[in-house]
């Protein structure tokens, strides 16, 4: 793939000098409305959460399109956020049940990775030494703040 100049802008072309065109990648309704916080695995798989019904996270391969539900979360816990460590562990932002949760990929297992006084974390991201940072947005209120979670399960409320 290339970047090419147009115009003065820039625009993702593939290598033939054709520019990259949107198609659906999945089939109409596999996810629910609050589809959020899609993310890919070193393997180019596409996870989203609330595939086919809340509180699950969904797998998508990018070759052929077709999705399944990968994991459903525990208890009341529904998704938003997902990003993947270095080792291509998954880290989600549980926002009804206010923690970020780690999904063991080979056995999908889900455990409580981190726990806080969270309103409702929501976006999450991973810095190169797989710290994470969560958003944790106060929508009533108008404010929110970041959660700074280490690797080893520590966390600091970022001012």
């Known amino acids: 793939m290339a970047i090419a100049t147009l115009l003065g802008t820039s625009a993702l072309v593939r290598a033939d000098d054709q520019p990259y065109v949107a198609a659906p990648l999945t089939r109409p309704g596999e996810f629910t409305k ?3 916080g899609p ?3 070193g393997e180019g798989n596409v996870y989203a959460v ?3 019904r809340e509180g699950t ?3 998508v391969d990018p070759g052929t399109g077709r999705g399944e539900v990968f994991v459903t979360l525990t208890g009341t816990s529904v998704g ?3 990003v993947f460590d270095r080792r291509g562990r998954m880290y989600v932002a549980d926002y009804v049940g206010h ?3 780690r999904v063991d990929m080979p056995s999908r297992k889900i455990v409580v990775f981190a726990h806080a006084a969270m309103k409702q974390p929501n976006d999450v991201a991973i810095a190169p030494d797989d710290t ?3 958003s944790d947005p106060d929508w009533t209120n108008g404010t929110g703040q970041v959660w700074k979670v280490s690797t080893g399960s520590e966390i600091e409320r970022k001012k």
């Open 132 to 134: 994470i940072y969560a």
């Open 57 to 59: 996270i969904g797998k």
């Open 50 to 52: 609330n595939f086919a």
């Open 80 to 82: 938003n956020g997902i």
């Open 99 to 101: 923690n970020v949760l």
């Open 34 to 36: 609050g589809i959020e």
């Open 39 to 41: 993310s890919c695995d």
